[in-house]
């Protein structure tokens, strides 16, 4: 008697490539925003091919070695010689078929040329380097929903009041002519709901009428581009005062139950001569592996 096969099985299909790495320190990072619900889990691994030796060390809430969101990233240190580092990617249907997969991989120079100065001149009587130009500020449009207020915007501006306790429930940033190459990524935490997608310029974080305060919240630059850029502003919880931004840091209260009352946001553009870390290039930039990895599926 024949038997049937269970009609419930799900086909994953697994996508791999392999990166050849001189010696050296190496930032594997997910690049790529999905839709909520929806990702393309890669891992990385060592790969048999060379002969130097490959160490991974994940970042918070990275777990073996697997990027699964916008932002997760990985260090990988190779050693003794020339080491070679295999992405699989899984595929699951019905998973983001219609995005592409996109790793960014950047060197991290650990030589004394991380600080770019040769446009600074030095002044004899400070000792240092004379100040550079001021930032040029870019422009950013705040657009939020402040408890018993409703939906209010500020341009370079604070939105929200951080003299007072209404909540600040949910913002959406607008960076108008944003250039290519960098882009702003921010999250929150939405009390009893839990935390949101980190999303880009545009999208909207937190709750409209919903009585939900945010209780932590997080800005980060993405990009290739993002070190010519730095993130300036506060944010404001009840009963907490203001705290400067620090990019990839997350704020909250005293107690992390504070809401979120005030926002005030600025992107500056740096200017020549500024120190800056800049970007040293990436074995992702070889076009036959990043046409290979960022076609779509």
């Not at 790969?47 to 994940?58: H, I, L, S, Y």
């Not at 929200?160 to 190459?181: D, I």
């Amino acid at each position: 008697m024949s038997q049937e096969q269970p009609s419930n099985k799900i086909t994953i299909k697994v996508d791999t490539q392999i990166v050849m790495l001189k010696q050296g320190l190496y930032l594997f990072r997910c690049a790529s925003d999905y839709p909520e619900g929806q990702q393309v889990p890669t891992t990385l691994q060592a790969a048999p091919v060379a002969t130097g030796q490959v160490d991974f060390f994940p970042g918070v809430g990275v777990s073996r070695n697997t990027l699964r969101a916008l932002g997760d990233c990985v260090v990988v240190r190779v050693s003794r010689g020339d080491g070679a580092v295999m992405l699989a990617k899984y595929l699951v249907p019905g998973h983001s078929a219609a995005n592409d997969v996109q790793i960014q991989i950047d060197q991290v120079d650990a030589t004394g040329r991380f600080v770019r100065d040769s446009e600074t001149k030095r002044d004899p009587s400070a000792g240092g380097m004379s100040s550079s130009p001021s930032s040029q500020l870019e422009t950013i449009d705040l657009q939020g929903h402040v408890e018993r207020q409703g939906d209010v915007s500020a341009v370079n501006g604070w939105l929200g009041n951080p003299q007072k306790s209404a909540r600040l429930e949910g913002f959406s940033v607008h960076w108008y002519n944003r250039p290519e190459g960098v882009d702003l990524a921010y999250q929150c935490h939405v009390e009893g709901l839990g935390d949101s997608p980190l999303i880009k310029s545009g999208g909207f974080v937190g709750t409209r009428q919903r009585g939900a305060g945010i209780t932590q919240i997080l800005f980060s630059l993405v990009g290739q581009r993002a070190g010519d850029y730095e993130i300036q502003g506060q944010v404001c919880f009840t009963r907490g005062g203001s705290q400067q931004i620090v990019a990839g840091e997350r704020f909250s209260g005293p107690t992390g139950r504070e809401h979120l009352s005030a926002l005030r946001l600025s992107i500056a553009r740096r200017q020549r001569g500024e120190a800056t870390v800049p970007r040293s290039p990436s074995p992702w930039d070889d076009p036959s592996v990043t046409q290979i990895f960022r076609s779509g599926y």
